[in-house]
């Protein structure tokens, strides 16, 4: 519990790129840029200098290179540690999916250094996983898509046999390509297992209404806020470019008791797709963070990311009750200007101050 309720904090944040594909980072600081109360320190945590969320205007007032997930839980926490000789990190938002495993493998050594965070544990991020997705989601009346493991180029030539062009080929921890012929599903197959490693995943289109729920929980699996979100406009990705905040209490409370049921904590966002002939709702994916469209939760009355932060730091926050429909949100691209002397400063020293304090 926080001994100084109303004090100031330092959050760091993950998952800074800004390409047609973004994380959710640069959403998640505007979240809290627009918290009321006192005004938080923000530092962004990328393992790439590229990353242009860094450097968005007005957001962030100090920049650290971390390494790359693939270092594993040991650099992880050596990087933080000292992070936090220079800057005292009270609060941790992981907003990529392998951060959010980092996370929970080494929450203990995070809290050893006074670094907060709200995440599922290890169990839970497993019971969640795409391969597994179909008995889950049968469990709340949910339906799901027909989905395959591929851990061979053989399972690959059999998903070929057993699906209908086109299909989704999905990577272990994210990325999803639709797939219209045998030439394009082998390129991308050698791609995703390239990027991702094994396995993979063929899943088979379902075609209706996209429909994505943003939810957090607290530590007891106790459900703090729930946006809903129907997809107006999509990247070639599919990857959401505009979309409108709805009221779907049925859908809602039943996202809610799934994750209840394997004790979820933090934030998540539950994907769906909604059959127009049958009112069915499938579950396509449960991705263990904030969405990049998760600014809309603020438009929307529920500042989910300023829950979560103050959450992580044991403070009470009770649940939101509404949420204003009809609220748009639609993505765009901003041009950004910084010396270049400052990009070469976080390259060469790893750390960047963005901001006077």
Known sequence: MDSLPNRSLTVAITGLAASDNPGPGVAVARCLREARGPRQTLVGLSFDHRFTGLYATGLFDEAFLIPAPAYGDRSFVQALADIRRQTAIDVLVPALDP????????????????????????AAIRRRA????????????????????????TAMTAALRDFTLPFFLKGSFADARLVSTAEQAHAEFERLVGQWGFPLLAQERVLGDELNLTVLFNRKSELVGAVPMRKLGVTDRGKGWAGVTVRLPDVVERAGALLRSIDWVGPAEVEMIRDPASNRFY????NPRFPAWTYLTAAAGQNLPWAAVQLAMGREVRPFREVRPGQLFVRSVEDAFIPFDQVEALTSSRHLVLRGR
């Open 99 to 122: 951060d959010v495993g980092l996370c929970a493998a080494t929450r203990r050594s995070l809290a050893a250094l006074g670094i907060h965070t709200l995440v599922p544990d290890a």
């Open 130 to 153: 795409k391969s597994v997705l179909t008995p889950l989601a049968e469990t709340v009346g949910f339906s799901a898509p027909r989905t395959v493991t591929l851990l061979s180029q």
């Open 283 to 286: 579950l396509i994916e449960i």
